[in-house]
């Protein structure tokens, strides 16, 4: 009986200062990704080494490993936690293919998220964003993964011209798509723009976080909105935006892509237009799973995108939410002295709730209300607000 086509293993590589745990939590991660587009993990390989092999990112002990492994399995997946360069990507490509007994497909960290986004895209900006971030991924690396591009472009254009390279009929279809995708997202945009502008009287709050910590969740839950929420990464990827009133004050909420550690350089170019909504925003909310073990460095991820983009001086508000999954071998959790830790690391507004079981949300709404309220005010200075926030 053959085995699934799925099956896949995980590659790790870390410092010698890097932590087990530390190493377990990225390949926890990197087996979430795997499984959100059906890819399943069978083995798990990791090493510590000063910095990666040129030749083929891990130790030559540790490739023969991998690939007696991925032979003996007939495994047709090998997914690396980081980005390989072109030369490493050819090289693990042919010390793990079998020939024609049978075919392994390398995926780095970057290809990965990028599938994970084509796959989850659905409006055209955002399915114009990810193909063009796929394309400029692609270019340098146009060996067997040119099958990921085939998908996208339909088979379209000709190869092979009279004295000319196949592969550079490839890079110049590659660069062709890469410059009318470029246009494509121009029109977009000033559509957007517009759409943006014409929105310019309400604040704007959005929503930032760490992927599959709640965002979307609490998008229902404080709009009243249908919006996807499933346990995920990367479940929402276009922007969506509701109208929201707390006390008579309407204001504008955005849920748009969570963040990941080593967020593709491309894709983050990429998305800057549908991270206008993060970017113009009067207020962040940053949503964190607090009761994830290693929910600080998610923490710094978040804080170091948003200055990558632009973002980094808007006011914030710290939302710890799943503070029912949080747990304290010690006892009860001293919510009170992890608000001063938090503040003293440079969030003046922090809170604790439950997204799902709605804990602590009448507190949570009346932050926001008394940062919106200022900034409403601030626009209609006549405009006189209701007492009290409302469940």
């Known amino acids: 009986m053959n085995k699934p086509l799925n099956l896949a293993v995980l590659v790790s590589l870390g410092t010698p200062k890097t932590r087990p745990e530390e190493m377990q939590e990225h390949l926890d991660e990197l087996a979430f ?141 590659v660069r062709n798509q890469i410059s009318q995708l470029k246009e494509d997202l121009k029109k977009i945009d000033k559509q957007r723009q517009t759409q943006r502008k014409s929105r310019s009287g309400m604040v704007r709050v959005a929503l930032v976080g760490y992927t599959n910590v709640g965002k979307s969740t609490l998008m229902n839950l404080l709009s009243k909105a249908d919006v996807k929420a499933e346990n995920k990464l990367f479940a929402t990827v276009d922007a969506t935006v509701r109208k929201v009133v707390i006390d008579g004050i309407p204001f504008l909420l955005s849920d748009t892509v969570g963040f990941i550690r080593k967020l593709p350089h491309h894709l983050i170019e990429s998305f800057k237009s549908t991270l206008d909504e993060v970017r113009e925003a009067d207020l962040l909310l940053h949503i964190v799973d607090c009761a994830h073990l290693f929910h600080d460095n998610q923490i710094e991820v978040v804080k170091n995108t948003l200055v990558e983009i632009g973002a980094g001086n808007i006011p914030t508000i710290l939302v710890l939410n799943k503070i029912d999954l949080l747990k304290n071998e010690d006892g009860p959790v001293d919510l009170n002295a992890l608000q001063g830790y938090y503040r003293q690391h440079g969030f003046d507004h922090v809170v604790f709730i439950s997204a799902t079981k709605k804990e602590n949300i009448r507190a949570f709404r009346e932050m926001i209300f008394d940062v919106i309220k200022k900034k409403h005010l601030a626009i209609y200075p006549n405009f006189i607000p209701s007492s009290s926030v409302e469940e």
């Open 33 to 173: 990704l795997a499984e959100t587009i059906g890819i399943k993990v069978i083995e798990r390989f990791s090493q510590k080494l000063p910095a990666p092999d040129s030749r083929t990112f891990v130790g030559k002990g540790k490739l023969q490993e991998i690939k007696e492994h991925v032979t003996h399995h007939n495994i047709r997946h090998v997914l690396f936690d980081d980005d390989l360069s072109p030369s490493q990507l050819r090289n693990l490509e042919k010390e793990l293919n079998g020939g024609e007994e049978y075919s392994v497909r390398i995926y780095d960290r970057s290809l990965l998220i990028l599938d994970i986004f084509l796959m989850r895209a659905q409006t055209a900006q955002a399915r114009t964003q990810v193909e063009l971030a796929m394309n400029q991924y692609l270019l340098p690396r146009l060996t067997r993964m040119w099958t990921h591009l085939e998908r996208q472009r339909g088979g379209t254009g000709t190869r092979g011209g009279a004295g000319e390279k196949e592969i550079e009929t490839d890079r110049r279809i």
